[in-house]
């Protein structure tokens, strides 16, 4: 009867153990709008000038696979030092994570794939927040079934390759943080 017992409370504890690490498995993930990219993450990525026309430069960046994406471009803009830009890309990752905007939590809801999918777009943009450079970008990803999923860039490994076309301009953005919504946004007066 002892060792009844003793078996049945060591599977209830088991099964108590094993609900709760996949309930916490499955908690939804929230990520911070003002979270930095982490760099050093893509070492693969070449640069080429393809055109000037007087002070605007428009850049190839080409991604190698294992490369993360907003790693490579956080490091270009420093590099480069581009206070003002906007960019677009195709290509493909191995995986990847993106947010939807939660405006009650002021967070990003984070999604993932972790699969191969194709980057049917990305498009972006740079501009100053404290006198450093912050890329905002948006992709969407095409998974084998056709579906498209999408939203805000956190994270994207490539796999094989991802073709940014990306251009500068002169004329630096300023964006500054908005209480509000707890974004960095552009700032509207432009002027």
């Given amino acids: 009867m002892k060792i009844k017992i003793a078996v049945k409370s060591i599977l209830m504890t088991g099964l108590l153990s094993c609900t709760l690490l996949c309930l916490k498995s499955n908690a939804q993930e929230y990520v911070s709008p ?3 990219p982490l760099t050093g993450r893509s070492p693969g990525v070449k640069v080429k000038l393809i055109s000037e026309n007087g002070q605007t430069k428009t850049y190839a960046l080409i991604f190698s696979a294992g490369d993360e994406v907003m790693s490579g471009l956080k490091e270009f ?17 191995m995986s990847a994570k993106y947010g939807w905007y939660d405006k009650t939590k002021k967070m990003f809801k984070v999604s993932t794939i972790n699969n191969f999918a194709e980057i049917t777009s990305l498009i972006g943009d740079v501009a100053l927040y404290n006198n450093n450079p912050v890329v905002h970008a948006h992709i969407n990803l095409a998974t084998e079934d056709g579906i498209v999923h999408g939203g805000h860039l956190l ?20 964006k500054k943080f908005s209480p509000e919504f707890g974004l960095i946004l552009i700032e509207p007066d432009l002027n």
């Fill in 155 to 174: 994270e994207a490994f490539v796999s094989p390759t991802l073709e940014v076309m990306m251009t500068v301009e002169p004329v630096s953005l300023s």
């Fill in 34 to 36: 003002t979270t930095p």
């Fill in 77 to 93: 803009v420093v590099k480069y030092n581009v206070k003002s830009a906007h960019f677009t890309a195709i290509g493909d990752a």
